[in-house]
């Protein structure tokens, strides 16, 4: 929200209005202080005229411990 904030020149207040929130939640937004939910998610894209993308990634592998080692590393 900031950087998009930032782009448009607009202080919290006018992006607040913009959404119809309060300008304390969008402070509370940028500031890491509250996740917002699916909703408002929404409400923020609509307003911004962006889309929500989720996406998935691979997690990096972890090593499996086999129960053979795990035996042997207790000896």
Partial sequence: MIGFRQ???????QLAAALGMKESAVSRLESGEHVPNFETLGRIAEGCNVDVVLDFANRT?????TRRESTLARS
């Fill in 61 to 65: 592998p972890v090593a499996k411990v």
């Fill in 7 to 13: 782009q448009h020149d607009l202080t919290q207040a």
